[in-house]
């Protein structure tokens, strides 16, 4: 169903007493909102945090999950593992699994239809380079990573699905996309969901916007009609910019 989201991804931050740290912050001064609030500290603080969380009104998800049930895979950690710590949620394709780790979108395709197998919720991260959007191919690429990450999923998928568009060009640089940009970008989405399947699945997904979001830009983005909230990722790990952030949802 469609739902408002405020999502925090740690990446490779924090140790386990830091992790404890910031979502003692966090929890402790959580605003009452009507969103999901999410947190993706590193794999191995992943059990403590929901322990930590259990009874709060934040879920912890995981950064990445591999598409194998079980094996050898040295360093890898499956959908099985996640579910058996309580957690049911996991960014799949966060670009920066794109550009240091070769994901696919072959291989994308293959974690997506993994985690769904497992009955957990994935949250597609995609989104335009620098000279995409330069060059005016930006539609195009998002379209593609679209259809060949997701476009094979029978329709009843797409309930279990998030979507969450980050352009590289925005993540980690300070520069964000525009709330003009981020709609813009957001209803082609929609639109190309509808054309592959139909409009009430366009409706009922959650689409974020993440790309340097803080705690001055949030609320301007999060008006938008088709933003249905944010992944955020350095401004997550300070509690009170997360904070504010998720106040603005
Ligand atoms: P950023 O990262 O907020 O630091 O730009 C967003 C993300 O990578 O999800």
């Known amino acids: 169903m469609r739902s408002k989201i ?3 991804n740690w990446k490779m931050n924090k140790n386990a007493m830091e992790t404890a740290t910031l979502l003692k ?12 609030v999410m947190v993706a500290p590193a794999f191995v603080n992943l059990a403590e945090a929901v322990k930590q969380l259990k009874g709060s009104r934040i879920s912890v998800i995981a950064q990445n999950m591999h598409f194998a049930e079980s094996g050898a895979f040295t360093g890898e950690i499956s959908a099985d593992m996640l579910l058996s710590i309580g957690i049911d949620t996991a960014i799949i394709g966060h670009s920066e699994r794109r550009a240091f780790f070769h994901e696919t979108d072959e291989i994308l395709a293959k974690k997506v239809v993994a985690a769904l197998a ?27 990573q679209l259809k060949n990450a997701l476009f094979s999923l029978d329709a ?22 525009s709330p003009e940009q981020a709609q ?16 009430a699945i366009a409706d009922e997904v959650s689409i974020l916007y993440g ?15 088709d933003v249905d909230g944010g992944l955020i990722g350095g401004a997550s790990l300070v509690a009170d910019d997360f904070l504010a952030i998720v106040k603005a949802i």
């Open 6 to 8: 405020v999502a925090g």
């Open 25 to 36: 912050e966090i929890s402790g001064k959580l605003p009452n909102v009507k969103a999901e």
């Open 118 to 144: 497992k009955k957990m919720r994935v949250m597609f991260c995609f989104g335009e380079e620098l000279n995409e959007r330069k060059s005016g191919q930006h539609f195009t690429v998002v379209k593609n």
């Open 156 to 177: 009843s998928a797409w309930k279990h699905i998030i979507l969450a568009y980050e352009p590289v060009w925005a993540i980690g640089t300070g520069e964000t996309a």
């Open 184 to 199: 813009e970008m957001h209803a082609f989405i929609r639109k190309t969901i509808a054309g592959a399947y139909n409009s």
């Open 211 to 225: 790309g340097s979001v803080k705690p001055s830009n949030a609320a301007e983005i999060f008006s938008k009609p």
